[in-house]
């Protein structure tokens, strides 16, 4: 009997009945790997049962009572807690932390109730020398070594923890599938038979993902539309902080994140992340800084941005960024070239922000130029003044959501100005603290006190 196969692109998980050199999914080079077909199993048990459909009306109402991780940053994130039955992936790039912030919240969890933490990349004792380091032993923390997603799923019905650790997807096999562990092909297999195993056991399961600097390995992206839950650990090697960001939850918000700072006891929490990031802003005014107000889910965080505005040294100017989208720093000089009058075509630009932290948000836009312009004209900002506003392309300052959060973290943190929008309203006792503009050229002038 021959043999069928197909090739998977182990970057988009693109199928092709033959070999092609570039993916036509998603662009990749040589991405395609052969895959044996496998024949489907009969006989899987469905994940809801043999029910007849019913109305909806018909349905019991229930309210889930969450599991809390005894860590808040992460109960933030995840809306609470954990919701029994769900299945939660935790991506993030090689030796970011995601392992080290499992073992804390398996630790946790063990004080209550039992915890399965399957690992398919580490041994029992390095896992037991991580546990001495975090201070994370307990006897109700379980620990196995197992690649097999059958042997995997045999343990956890047999344990029956409420609470389950996968550490990796990509290490864990099916023998159902003929290709090697962490192929596409594997990994959404594996993934889907964790998914009926929690919607049928109500166990939770954690999930690690992550992917290789060469992209070998199937990223958590091929996962993210199975599970409940995504959530990615971001940070900067040179900075101890990490950020969980939540992208997908069909329990909670996805605007939400948990900040942690990495110490030789694990991963800590920061209560007050606006304090970390100004902690080496400075009490007097310098050029080319400038104190930013964004807003993470409902979280509000004061960021510091500052910007090198330089003569070039050479032929094509330099224009370099850390920590802000750099399309949207090329928009914001563009603006203050055309609307402002600054001539700086022919100096080098870099922004970056303070503290390895990432911000994608409009609101930093007027932080940012405000930067450009202190370091161009070499004007100070007042160290007591945070803004937040988004720029157009026409140079109106626009308004932004969630103003008193903003404008009350900043004054609860010692700032005695805010600049922001005209088309904010707030309340009437702030009213006389905060100043507000209509132009980017009106918000200029108020912050450099200068004529533009």
Not at 336 to 360: H, M, P, Q, T
């Amino acid at each position: 009997m021959r043999i069928k196969s197909k090739f998977s692109c182990q970057e988009c998980g693109h199928q092709s009945t033959s070999w092609l050199g570039r993916c036509p999914g998603c662009g990749a080079w040589n991405s395609l790997v052969e895959e044996l077909i496998s024949r489907p199993t009969a006989g899987r048990d469905p994940i809801v049962g043999e029910e007849p459909p019913c109305p909806v009306t018909d349905v019991p109402a229930l309210e889930e009572d969450r599991l809390p991780t005894g860590i808040d940053e992460m109960d933030r994130v995840l809306g609470g807690g954990v919701v029994p039955g769900s299945l939660i992936l935790v991506g993030g790039d090689p030796g970011i932390g995601k392992s080290t912030l499992l073992l804390q919240v398996a630790y946790r969890f063990s004080k209550q109730y039992k915890v399965l933490y399957v690992s398919g990349e580490e041994s029992l004792r390095q896992i037991r020398i991580r546990a001495d380091r975090l201070g994370a032993l307990s006897a109700r923390l379980l620990l196995v070594s197992e690649t097999d997603v059958t042997v995997i799923e045999r343990h956890l019905r047999t344990v029956a923890p409420p609470i389950a650790i996968i550490d990796s997807i990509q290490t864990v096999f099916s023998s159902e599938v003929g290709s090697a562990p962490g192929s596409v092909a594997q990994v959404r297999e594996c993934a889907a038979q964790f998914m009926r195993l929690v919607k049928t056991s109500g166990i939770s399961v954690f999930l690690v993902g992550h992917v290789t600097k060469e992209g070998m390995l199937a990223g958590p992206r091929v996962l993210e539309h199975m599970v409940d839950t995504v959530l990615y650990l971001e940070g900067d090697r040179h900075q101890s902080f990490r950020i969980l960001r939540g992208v997908k939850n069909r329990f909670g918000s996805t605007n939400e994140i948990g900040i942690f700072d990495m110490q030789g006891r694990g991963l800590v929490e920061v209560t007050n992340p606006s304090v970390i990031f100004l902690n080496q802003h400075p009490h007097g005014a310098v050029p080319g800084a400038a104190v930013a107000a964004c807003l993470e889910g409902s979280r509000p965080l004061l960021v510091e941005i500052q910007a090198l505005v330089s003569p070039a040294g050479y032929g094509v100017p330099r224009r370099m960024t850390a920590g802000v989208d750099h399309n949207r720093v090329a928009l914001i000089i563009a603006v203050l070239e055309k609307k402002v009058g600054l001539n700086v075509g022919s100096c080098d630009i870099y922004v970056n922000a303070v503290g390895g932290v990432k911000l994608d948000e409009p609101a930093v836009d007027l932080g940012i130029a405000l930067a450009l312009v202190s370091s161009f004209r070499n004007a100070p900002v007042d160290s007591g003044l945070a803004v937040a506003g988004e720029v157009g392309l026409t140079g109106e300052l626009r308004p932004v959501p969630g103003a008193a959060k903003r404008v009350n973290e900043a004054f609860k943190l010692g700032f005695s100005r805010f600049l922001l929008s005209s088309g904010n309203t707030l309340p009437t006792s702030a009213e006389s603290e905060v100043l507000q503009a209509g132009t980017l050229v009106e918000a200029l002038e108020m912050a450099l006190s200068l004529k533009l």
